[in-house]
């Protein structure tokens, strides 16, 4: 049954795609081998992350940049992961409505996935859906996330490009920025650029990442510097900054260029394997830690819960570090063997 389905999504059916994302999501049983059968299919697409505060813009830009990359002839797919909180769900629903209208395309696959309850971590989820996208052949994926916490951030690291969205306003917004987001940004849009204090943001943007590259703001590494003239960063990347106004469509064509020439440059710096293989390595730790921990359950099921242990401690006849001692002795043991 699961290699129907898997037949049917490597045969291009949106549906088959849909009720795999919806698999993943759930971790219906067998989700697994679906993924593992879909992985050698993948590796071809080229995955962009957005992120930004809510209504900074990011599903308007994302629908307009899947429209430009199926101009060019791309296949694209979507995730939205949806914060499920109680204030934003009525606008996500609004977004996936309008995202599906605008484009009217089949080839702009838009999927909505939950970050709430997604057993295991929306991260793993996240990059599971990626890969049933990939394997159906989608040209480019693009990732939409609130840019809220570590959760999130863990998401948009599944990307090759990961696009911050900056709207222009107090200053404060940027400082804001310092706290784990600037590190993951490949490029910063500052989207709303029609708005009042557009001019500052960018300014503000680019003194900081001048501060963080240690170099003065000499101002020669303007939006359309020579890439030779500005400060790297790690990976010898210094974040590109550009400016859109998502509902008019304006800038999104050079938006489009810098994603291009951060994947290209990804790929010609070694630094894109370098990412993929630390990504692989992350992904197969968070299932190391997931299926230990099942483990773990399972076994201390059979031995008669935690209960006991938890008695024990407030009897003050043990306390917790000596009780996991004695919880993991066994297991230690075997794996010593
Ligand atoms: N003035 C202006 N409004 C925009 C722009 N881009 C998006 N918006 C509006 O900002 C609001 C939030 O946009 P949305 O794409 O839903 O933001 P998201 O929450 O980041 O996905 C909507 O009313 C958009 O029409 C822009 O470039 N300029
Ligand atoms: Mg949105």
Known sequence: MSEDLVDALLGGDHRALARTITKIENRTPGYRDLVAALHEHTGDADVIGVTGSPGAGKSTLVDKLAQEYRAQGDTVGVIAIDPSSPFSGGAVLGDRIRMASTVGDMDVFVRSMSARGTLGGVSTATSDAVRALDAFG????????????????????????????????????????????????????VNKADLDGSDRTVR???????????????????????????????????????????????????????????????RESGAYEE???????????????????????????????????????????????????????????????
Request: with cysteine.
């Open 204 to 266: 503000d943007l680019r003194e900081m990442l001048d501060e963080r590259s240690g170099t003065p703001n000499t101002g020669h590494h303007g939006a359309d510097a020579s890439v030779t003239q500005r400060p790297a960063d790690e990976d010898g990347w210094t974040p590109e900054i550009v400016e859109t106004v998502a509902t008019r469509g304006e800038g999104i064509d050079e938006l489009l260029d810098a994603i291009d020439e951060h994947q290209a440059y990804l």
């Open 138 to 189: 989608k040209d480019r994926i693009i990732i939409e996330t609130v840019g809220a916490g570590q959760n999130e951030i863990d998401i948009v690291k599944t990307a090759d490009t990961v696009a911050v969205l900056v709207p222009p306003g107090s200053g404060d917004d940027v400082q804001m920025l310092k706290a784990g987001i600037l590190e993951i940004a490949d490029l910063f849009v």
């Open 275 to 337: 990412r993929r293989r630390m990504r692989t390595a992350e992904e197969i730790r968070t299932l190391l830690r997931e299926d230990l921990g099942d483990l773990l359950e399972g076994d201390l099921d059979e031995r008669g819960g935690l209960d006991q242990f938890v008695d024990d401690v407030l009897a003050r006849e043990t306390d917790p570090y000596a009780a996991a001692d004695e919880i993991l002795t066994p297991i230690e043991e075997c794996l010593g063997e």
